[in-house]
């Protein structure tokens, strides 16, 4: 399908349902009133509607003779961010929006279900699937584990962001790793609490806890090798109540990113490793709890050259970047690509101005790349699902 020859009634409707999710963000799990407006579009289209899979989640089958099975994602929730824009679509919702753009993705395969359902250019099945609670809460990974691909069998499984930076009417593909894994820890450290005037009566916590924040900046620059792409941020330190008091004890928070399972492995290792040996040395203990939340997004060869060739057919060959730098965020679409063939691509949104960063609160997403993504999730199942 060629962008220019968009249906203009098709694009009028990913519009309106933009703007109106806009301003009805709803957080994960809690989509309920989204999930409600799919529902509704695709049965009006005439599609097998399953509601509240993965708890809030919705998924539309489409059958047209005989061919491969293929499934769209979408995400739908929003941020716990209060908005700043001035837009008529602005959030009705105090200290929610959309800020990620999930409402022009849910948008877009809504109009794309619209297009597929006249096009008689594929045969075979196909499963629009909207996800809830892709932010932190792993609704990709409830998804799958409830059954998604047992109930709606895909041969491949295909997903798409929106991604400031990129000029409107680009995408951007890598074979192999896209978006990081999404690890987090928490270092509790033990002291011994005293009086703030007398140190050398206790074991400063505090202390201890600052210098294994420092040893931990190590672990990147001289434990791993340099090609090793890796990202351990410390983002949380708590501890102590008084002025006058030192306590007894102190939280270490953070996040590790990484593309392959032998680094996130010694990064684990190298984190217990550092934490309990610097805590040792001040007389201190320290235990590591570590959790693996998302793996690695990776791409496989075959879907990938499918979303390739979809990518080109909407934009041409010269907009479409293949070998990006892949992202240190992460994406629970990562649980569908670990269950099935898949691919993921990032669709440009920059306009005639930069567009405000993903999770910004200036963010709202641009309504020129409507038509853009729904043609190319038609593109993409005519090419998958091409008639015999």
Not at 275 to 301: F, K, M, V, W
Request: aromatic content about 6%; hydrophobic content about 45%; some cysteine.
């Amino acid at each position: 399908m060629n962008v220019n020859v968009m249906d203009a009634k098709v694009t009028g409707d990913m519009r309106g349902w933009r703007r109106t999710l806009h301003a009805h963000p709803e957080m994960a799990f809690e989509e309920v009133s989204t999930a409600a407006l799919v529902a509704s579009v695709l049965r009006d289209l005439g599609y097998t509607v399953h509601e509240k899979v993965g708890k809030t989640g919705v998924v539309g089958t489409l059958e047209r003779g005989i061919g491969p099975s293929i499934g769209l994602r979408a995400d739908m929730d929003a941020l716990p961010v209060a908005e700043l824009n001035e837009c008529p679509h602005r959030s009705r919702h105090p200290g929610k929006m959309h800020a990620c753009g999930h409402d022009g993705h849910t948008a877009m395969l809504l109009g794309a279900a619209a297009l597929l359902k006249r096009d008689e250019g594929w045969n075979g099945t196909v499963h629009v699937i909207f996800q809830p609670a892709e932010e932190v809460a792993g609704g990709g990974r409830v998804m799958v584990e409830e059954g998604l691909f047992e109930r709606f069998p895909c041969d491949a499984v295909f997903g798409l962001h929106n991604w400031p930076g990129l000029p409107l009417g680009s995408f951007a593909i890598n074979h192999g790793a896209m978006m990081a894994s999404l690890d987090t820890f928490e270092i509790n450290v033990a002291g011994r609490g005293s009086h703030a005037a007398m140190p050398e009566e206790g074991i400063d916590a505090l202390v201890c806890a600052s210098h294994i924040v420092v040893a931990l900046q190590s672990i990147i620059s001289r434990r791993l090798p340099a090609g090793d792409a890796a990202v351990v941020s410390v983002t949380q330190i708590h501890g102590g109540d008084s002025w006058n008091v030192l306590p007894d004890s102190v939280v270490i928070r953070g996040t590790v990113r990484c593309f392959a399972g032998a680094v996130q492995s010694r990064i684990r290792s190298l984190l217990d490793e550092i934490s309990t040996t610097t805590a040792r040395a001040h007389g201190a203990s320290a235990t590591l709890d570590y959790r693996e939340c998302y793996p690695a997004t990776i791409n496989a060869q075959s879907a990938t050259q499918v979303a390739l060739a979809a990518a080109r057919s909407t934009v041409g060959d010269d907009a479409v970047i293949l070998g990006c730098r892949p992202s240190m965020a992460s994406e629970d679409f990562a649980f569908m690509a670990r269950a099935k063939p898949a691919a993921y691509i990032w669709m440009g949104v920059d306009g005639a101005t930069s567009s405000a960063p993903l999770h910004s609160p200036h963010f709202d997403f641009n309504d020129n790349a409507l038509a853009i993504g729904a043609a190319y999730w038609v593109n993409v199942v005519k090419a998958f699902c091409r008639p015999a």
